[in-house]
């Protein structure tokens, strides 16, 4: 395990130099200088204390001073890299002193690689200043081998200078954001150091029991024991707990509050007589495993060379390494082309890690951090390094199988999908016929609002409808704002649609969002998926000549519009593109807003097409906002404003510790009246955050006697998050996990609809307890790798207190009895049988137990942004925490700032810090066309793919000169969102001056 913090003052010096409280039993230094920064100022050794501090304080030994970094120096870093509990207790208990040379040497071999990815300085250049990879870090290194309670904690503090050597020959302060931003994959590529220096020591090692970043135990002992010395852990799992919160920035912050001063010293005789009678008590007996560790290594044998013996061939060898990290090969890879018995077993290990890891990531992002893709890879364990695996991205990149550069990489196959597309947008131009022309779409919809008793479309509106009414392309993007009334603008047009005999068809990717669209437009909602599921054999091409003719039968000449469209993946975006040009859909409309959340899945097509020129109708006015708050806060978030958005919420700002400001949040809910309730939203940006508000609002009520006094507590099942690569990890299975099977496993004889509970692991197997009560086996790396679904699901058991009156919230669907994924309801009573329930139609259902709806049921006092987006409420209570950072950005705040009409109260722990982190983080996905121009494509246009070169060729004769230059200039969007081109550009003509006309008729001029 790694931590990170920083190092407050020069001050700090003499704690971690002494040694009168942690010593090593070996007779090694304590402290050592390391990196090449260290070597350049011809620092070696012992670290002396004084001067340490003097660098710590920004003054080299050879005469240099760092200057400080806005107004401040810092003092630098301190990287605390722990070894897992029982390789302490091998090194320490045990006392095999080669295990604490392999972890020093782990660290330093970290370090190295820190310098090398990590290490920059901001620096001048051309008159201005950039940022660039220094090469080097100053480090001092201090080994402890005990917690603040004396249990066994091999650990070594990496003293980070804030100091580096630049290409100017000058030193400057160390720019920490790289380091900060992949602290996770410093942990991953220091486990494996770690692990690879173990394996060559005999040891054989096992999955740690939360394997994440790779981590490891050694074989031979217990859970059990290796809790019976971690006291220190205990103490802050405890705390985390408490209050439901896991993220790494909560640890570290649950580590502070924890900490006390050291325990009294224990001379090094005194302490061994404490830790050996201990590992006496839990039955802990560690010669054995030394011994055998000792009689492995002196054969020079390895748990991976035995895994090989005996096995001819190559290739044949590397699928047994393979296999034991988890991983099945896959026929036809295009991330693993190397013909059978190319790569060394080792090699073919580094590839398939990779290839996995580029699936991992693919499922969500379609560009990401290649530093990210080394830790992904290394998660996977084996005989791999951070070496090893960084050479083979690099030949997937020289291959041409991998595109980016050195900070961020995309498959190939990401971008052919994004070509896609785009090719099928280009498909649609010009085929279609429009339903009217601008003046009598102009009127009808204007005349049909009216009969549906709606208030006239303002001017956004109204271009929105006319625009996708007398179209002649397939495809038409309507892009407004949070609560600018985009959806509605579609009503009237529906309603035409509908009362000329056209099948409209209504969707989203929540099937409760689907379904709420599709009230609104007087037909059923369906989710995107279950959509595409009714097509797939169509867009696959394995329909049959019947199902090609329904399918014509149901989609040609319809109308297919979806709401929520940023939160649509580039796969689904493609497919329902294609599918539209497939079956002759009259027309493809997509709503949605690129400010706001965008997919979970793979890419933002929705903002890609409108980048790429894609017909696309603004609707700018904001409907929601009514108070003066809500005004200024739309306002400032509509111009990219956010201190002013905070600004504006600061009257109604409280600053109060995290958990005094959840029960406070509580407290002004219940408070108000059951009508202001009912149009007050309670909202959060995490899933634990938001169980901490229900649990405090549900007590607080409980409190005031407004609910029944039956108590019925319900253990429910809480989704894990994994993709679908993810579910063919070990490390996704952990001990009391609940797996249930969506998909027939024929060959492992587990059928659709089973589930069992984690009970344990054997190598690449889990062990499942089923619900028959016999244990069955499962093997993750044996699931289908072509499968459109999840083939498993994972849950953590969670229990919650429910009474009458409690609001709940359904956590999946349940299409039999019409109960959508998010929807609310409300327990009206609880007996011995179960408990029943009222939808929020007012539908009366009883679920008894053993009805499996009752474990997917969540309290629903308080939502989070995901479920937020696309809600209104009257006021609102928003609670955000700085220790959820990841979480706290750009677009998360304007969904959750968006959601009201009225009035806001924002509740913080740190309201600078909170402010500081959500400009900091945009929460962008970036797009495979976007990593590539970080490379190339911007200053070379004739690379650019063909569907757009066509595409560009053909709007140019149409649009003119202006266009294809935005466009090659990366600059198509402002056309696309008519913001224009600057005068003082080049090229502007008709288009711009054309532009200029329409936003002048919008402003009434």
């Given at each position: ?24 039993e070996n007779g090694t230094d304590q402290s050592l200088w390391q990196g090449s920064g260290a070597q350049a100022l011809g620092l070696e050794g012992k ?959």
């Open positions: 395990m790694m931590s990170l913090g920083l190092v407050a003052s020069a001050g700090a010096a003499e704690y971690y130099a002494s040694d009168n409280y942690y010593s090593l670290v002396e204390t004084a001067t340490f501090e003097r660098i710590l304080e920004g003054k080299l030994p050879d005469g240099s001073e760092i200057n400080a970094s806005r107004g401040e120096h810092r003092a630098g870093l301190d990287l605390t890299f722990s070894a897992p509990k029982s390789v302490s207790l091998v090194a320490l208990v045990g006392k095999d002193h080669r295990v604490v040379d392999a972890f020093r040497a782990s660290v330093a071999q970290t370090l190295v690689w820190a310098e090398k990815n990590l290490s920059q300085a901001r620096v001048w250049r051309d008159g201005r200043q950039v940022t660039e990879n220094t090469g080097n870090l100053l480090v001092a290194t201090f080994t402890h081998d005990v917690s603040r309670q004396l249990d066994p904690q091999l650990h070594v503090h990496a003293v980070v200078a804030g100091a580096t050597l630049a290409s100017d020959g000058k030193w400057h302060s160390l720019k920490n954001d790289e380091i900060y931003q992949h602290q996770r994959t410093l942990g991953a590529v220091h486990n494996a150091y770690l692990r690879e220096g173990l394996e060559k020591l005999g040891y054989e090692l096992v999955p740690g029991n939360n394997p994440v970043l790779g981590e490891f135990e050694i074989a031979g002992i217990s859970r059990a024991q290796i809790e019976a010395f971690s006291e220190r852990r205990a103490q802050i799992l405890a705390v985390l707990d408490k209050d439901g919160r896991s993220s790494p920035r909560e640890r570290e912050i649950a580590a502070l509050a924890t900490r006390r001063d050291k325990e009294p010293a224990m001379d090094r005789e005194e302490r061994g007589k404490v830790w050996a009678e201990k590992a006496a008590r839990v039955g802990l007996n560690l010669q054995p495993i030394i011994a055998a560790a000792m009689e492995r290594s002196a054969r020079g044998e390895t748990f991976w060379s035995r895994m090989v013996e005996g096995v001819r061939g190559i290739h044949a060898r590397g699928l047994e390494v393979a296999a034991a990290m988890g991983l099945t090969p896959r026929s036809g890879d295009a991330l693993v082309p190397e013909r059978k018995g190319a790569l060394t077993p080792q090699a073919f290990a580094a590839a398939q890690a990779v290839a996995s890891a580029v699936r991992d990531l693919g499922e969500n992002e379609a560009g990401f951090n290649r530093l990210d893709l080394v830790r992904a890879a290394l998660e996977r364990r084996g005989p791999i390094n951070a070496e090893v695996v960084e050479a083979r991205i690099a030949q997937l990149q020289d291959k041409g199988l991998l595109l980016g550069n050195e900070r961020m990489v995309t498959p190939a196959s990401m971008l052919a999908l994004e070509q896609r597309a785009a090719h099928e947008i280009a498909a649609g131009r010009g085929a279609v016929g429009a339903f009217a022309d601008r003046p009598t779409a102009a009127l009808r919809v204007q005349q049909a609002a009216a009969n549906l008793g709606m208030r006239p479309l303002n001017t956004g509106q109204l271009r929105a409808a006319v625009g996708v009414l007398a179209t002649n392309d397939r495809v038409q993007l309507v892009q407004g704002g949070a609560g600018t009334g985009k959806s509605a603008a579609l009503v009237p047009v529906a309603t035409l649609l509908r009362e000329e005999g056209t099948q409209v068809h209504a969707l989203a990717i929540a099937t409760r969002t689907a379904r709420d669209f599709g009230e609104k437009l007087g037909v059923e909602g369906k989710s995107v998926a279950s959509f595409l599921a009714r097509y797939r054999p169509v867009l696959d091409g394995t329909a049959s000549p019947e199902q090609v003719a329904n399918t014509a039968r149901e989609l040609r000449g319809a109308w297919i519009m979806v709401d929520e469209t940023s939160l649509v993946g580039t796969e689904q975006f493609e497919k329902l593109v294609r599918l539209a040009n497939l079956a002759g859909a009259e027309r493809l409309v997509m709503i949605g807003d690129t400010k706001q959340l965008q997919a979970i899945a793979a890419g933002k097509p929705f903002e890609q097409a409108q980048e790429r020129g894609t017909p696309t109708s603004p609707v700018t006015e904001n409907l929601r906002a009514a108070s003066p708050q809500m005004k200024a806060v739309a306002a400032a978030l509509e111009r990219e404003d956010l201190p002013g958005a905070f600004a504006a919420l600061k009257d109604r700002t409280l600053e109060l510790p995290r958990l005094e400001g959840v029960e406070t949040a509580a407290a002004i809910w219940v408070s108000r009246s059951p009508e202001e309730r009912e149009q007050t939203l309670l909202l959060t940006l995490s899933r634990a955050m938001r169980s901490s508000l229900n649990t405090a609002v549900q007590e607080q009520r409980a409190d005031k006697g407004e609910l029944g006094k039956q108590t019925h507590v319900q253990t429910v099942l809480d989704r894990v998050t994994i993709t679908r690569e993810g579910a063919r990890q070990m490390r996704a299975y952990r001990e009391g996990h609940i797996v249930t099977f969506n998909s027939n496993l024929r060959a492992q004889k587990i059928g659709r609809g089973e589930r069992g509970r984690v009970v344990g692991h054997d190598g690449e197997r889990v062990r499942l307890e089923m619900q028959d009560g016999r244990v069955q086996t499962f093997t993750p790396g044996r699931l289908p790798h072509n499968l459109q679904h999840d083939a498993v699901s994972v849950f953590a058991e969670k229990r919650i207190a429910l009474h009458a009156g409690d609001p709940i919230r359904w956590t999946t669907n349940d299409h039999a009895r019409g109960l959508a994924n998010s929807d609310v309801a409300k327990v009206e009573s609880i007996g011995k049988h179960g408990i029943a329930v009222s939808t929020k139609d007012g539908e009366a259902i009883n679920l008894k137990h053993g009805d499996p709806m009752l474990e997917r049921l969540d309290l629903a006092y308080a939502v989070n942004a995901h479920i937020a987006q696309g809600m209104t409420a009257k006021d609102g209570i928003m609670v955000l925490s700085e220790s959820e950072r990841l979480l706290n950005s750009t677009r998360s705040f304007l969904v959750a700032a968006t959601r009201f009409t009225g009035d806001a109260v924002l509740i913080v722990d740190d309201a600078h810090k909170i402010e500081r982190d959500v400009a900091r983080n945009p929460g962008d996905k970036t797009s495979a066309i976007e990593v590539v121009r970080g490379r190339a494509v911007e200053n070379e246009p004739d690379k650019r793919d063909p569907a757009m070169t066509d595409e560009l060729r053909r709007l140019g004769a149409a649009l003119g000169p202006e266009f294809v230059w935005a466009v090659l200039t990366n600059k198509e969007r402002e056309l696309t969102l008519e913001k224009g081109l600057e005068r003082s550009e080049p090229g502007r003509g008709s288009v711009g001056r054309e532009l200029d006309r329409e936003r002048d008729m919008e402003r009434g001029r």
